[in-house]
């Protein structure tokens, strides 16, 4: 199964840019890069996705390189309520009919003021 | 408001007393999932369903099961249950679909904290 890896933690300035990366080296051609963050103990939430190529939206900007074998999250002006576990989550199984959502251990990301 | 709900959200039970923990959503996904969360570990699937009656095992299914009678619920039954299922789970559901952009977000309940004596 495609597998993710992360660093397991970071600090990042407040204000300043958060560069969170992730290796999915395994991922399959028509499968997404998903992220997540979690705060606490709470329910993660959505983040970004993206196939191929990048994507932004209001909370953030998803980098993805050309070989697709990993990407970067990056929230823009970091703020103290940033400072959570970020999840980069890949599905496995379409080709064999199973959906496994594949999380591992995620980034703790800091927000220094 | 859009959402899933698990019940309950804490429970200290003992081990071998058979506990269900409830999972509904109101958005109309066809797939549900329950993951557990224990430290250094992340999150690790347990059982998912790609709609009713149709279920399938995680990473993780020993000890437990799961039943898709109805498309809204999802619940996660612990039969027999032992201290080393100690932790805290979430259940989690999304509109299935295959390949279409934004079709498997997943949205996530509040998380369930179990404690098993």
């Known amino acids: 199964d495609a597998k993710t890896t992360q660093p397991p933690s970071m600090d990042c300035a407040e204000g300043r840019a958060a560069n969170l990366p992730c290796n999915h080296s395994t991922i399959s051609g028509n499968e997404y890069v998903y992220w997540y963050r979690q705060i606490h103990s709470q329910g993660p939430q959505y983040i970004i996705h993206?196939?191929?190529n990048n994507e932004t939206n209001e909370m953030a900007s998803l980098i993805i390189t050309e070989d697709r074998k990993s990407s970067t999250l990056i929230l823009p002006h970091a703020t103290l309520r940033d400072t959570a576990v970020y999840y980069c989550?890949?599905?496995?199984?379409?080709?064999?009919?199973?959906?496994?959502?594949?999380f591992g251990t995620g980034t703790r990301l800091k927000v220094l003021a | 408001e859009a959402q899933v709900t698990q019940n309950p959200r804490y429970l200290i039970t003992v081990t071998g007393k058979k506990l269900t923990v409830t999972c509904s959503q109101n958005?109309?996904?066809?797939?549900m999932s329950w993951y557990r969360q224990d430290p250094g570990l992340g999150l690790r699937q347990i059982y998912y369903s790609m709609n009713v009656e149709v279920t399938d095992k995680g990473d993780v299914p020993e000890g437990y099961k799961v039943s898709r009678k109805e498309k809204r619920n999802f619940p996660l039954i612990l039969e027999s249950p032992s201290p080393n299922q100690t932790s805290l789970y979430f259940c989690?559901?999304?509109f299935g679909g295959g390949s279409r952009p934004g079709a498997n977000v997943l949205t996530f309940g509040a998380g369930s904290r179990l404690t098993v004596l």
């Open positions: 993206g196939l191929k």
């Open positions: 958005m109309n996904h066809e797939y």
């Open positions: 989690a559901s999304s």
């Open positions: 989550i890949v599905r496995v199984g379409a080709a064999s009919g199973t959906y496994k959502y594949i």
